[in-house]
């Protein structure tokens, strides 16, 4: 059982600050200030079209561009001939880009490429791939032209991300057939040799993987906690003799068991 946080992404290259985030948005940055990619998200900008400039450079550097490093392919390395599944508050579908099965994977949080109602009107998302692609391709002085501003096919209200941030996240169809792939798995596994590896999961969201696989190991004598984490690889006192700590890049910590 996979759990994977933002970690696995940093590891793999895709960084939200420094080099890479300078060569894309430099002048998002020169303009606004903005010091990351995650901050530039909710920056109020004044208009869509530049909100829209702002996002279809960051979905696509970070969705439909493969990771510069290998380390989900790496991953999947060691996995693939296992009973495994992936629960992942990552959005940027790097582990499918990588040859994932998607049939073992849950998207939590959402998905970088879809879209959903900004006011959702029903329960339903969008591909968004062509239309960011366009996007990106003519946008001039951070701003995309007018027409390319989405709006909802349903009601006409403006779309928005399918990230989850508030109340107003859309939990589609596929989302819901998912969780209940994530549910299935646990209960097949109920009680038996389990390992529940845990990488790049930092405080932010705890309660979407680190803690439920702290409480799954304790609950179960057979499972096995595996945290690899740069930072913050550790473990409760209780789950001593259960758990492996790992406190090293992810991607080395991976090809040197490869």
């Known amino acids: 059982m996979i759990g994977a946080g933002a970690g696995l992404s940093t590891s793999a290259g895709l960084s939200y600050a420094g080099e890479r985030f300078r060569r894309y948005f430099n002048d998002f940055i020169e303009k606004y200030h903005i010091s990351d990619l995650y901050s530039g998200g909710f920056y109020p900008f004044d208009s869509l079209e530049e909100y829209w400039a702002w996002w279809s450079r960051h979905i696509f550097y970070n969705r439909y561009v493969d990771a510069p490093k290998p380390v989900y392919r790496n991953l999947l390395k060691l996995v693939k001939d296992k009973d495994y599944f992936v629960l992942t508050t990552n959005v940027d579908h790097q582990f499918q880009r990588a040859g994932w099965d998607k049939k073992r994977l849950f998207y939590t949080q959402g998905d970088y490429g879809l879209w959903q109602c900004s006011q959702p009107c029903c329960p339903k998302t969008y591909d968004n791939e062509e239309p960011m692609r366009r996007m990106v391709a003519e946008q001039k002085d951070m701003r995309i032209p007018a027409e390319l501003v989405p709006h909802c096919p349903v009601c006409g209200r403006p779309m928005t991300m399918n990230l989850r941030s508030d109340n ?91």
């Not at 700590?245 to 490869?258: A, M």
Request: glycine letters at 6%; aromatic letters at 10%; proline letters at 4%.
């Open 168 to 258: 107003t996240f859309v939990e589609d169809a596929g989302w819901h057939a998912a969780a209940e792939r994530y549910a299935v798995f646990l209960r097949r596994h109920e009680g038996l040799q389990t390992v529940f590896l845990e990488l790049g999961v930092g405080g932010n969201t705890p309660a979407i993987i680190k803690y439920p696989f702290w409480n799954m190991t304790k609950a179960n004598p057979k499972a096995t906690y595996i945290c690899i984490n740069e930072r913050e690889a550790f473990a409760p006192s209780e789950l001593q003799k259960q758990a492996l700590c790992i406190q090293n890049d992810i991607g080395q910590v991976l090809e040197d068991i490869l």
